[in-house]
């Protein structure tokens, strides 16, 4: 069993940045995060969750939505079971509940029911 809680979210004006962490934490060895890739989500009001990024167990592998390509980037430390989403260049556009999630082996997904485990999510404001 994992839980993930994010943090980091907040109120920024258009064209600023912010820094969200997934701090992970479990009671089995299992649980550390260098056995899972790992992907963030995001949830706008009256909208479906939809696919930011993901990094495969490593890292050395991350994938992007074409709409935070160039201004998001996904990293991990594993050593700290930590995952991290830099949110560089925010639109107003960017404004939903940012979630991270788990996902079982190396590999990540676009793929939201492909995740075996969620934060309850953080949220992320851009004002214009």
């Known amino acids: 069993q994992v839980q993930l809680v994010e943090s980091g979210g907040g109120l920024v004006q258009a064209g600023g940045s912010l820094r969200l962490s997934c701090a992970a934490s479990?009671?089995?060895?299992?649980?550390?995060?260098?056995?899972?890739?790992m992907g963030w989500f995001r949830q706008a009001p009256g909208k479906e969750r939809e696919f930011v990024a993901y990094?495969?167990?490593?890292?050395?592998?991350?994938n992007y939505a074409d709409s935070v390509k160039g201004r998001f980037t996904i990293s991990r430390d594993n050593a700290k079971n930590t995952v991290y989403l830099q949110m560089n260049s925010l639109k107003p556009e960017d404004t939903a509940v940012y979630y991270c999630?788990?996902?079982?082996?190396?590999?990540?997904?676009?793929?939201?029911?492909?995740?075996?485990?969620w934060g309850h999510g953080t949220q992320v404001t851009v004002s214009s």
């Open positions: 999630a788990a996902r079982k082996g190396p590999y990540g997904s676009k793929l939201l029911a492909s995740y075996d485990y």
């Open positions: 479990g009671r089995t060895f299992s649980s550390a995060i260098s056995s899972y890739a």
């Open positions: 990094s495969n167990w490593s890292g050395g592998s991350t």
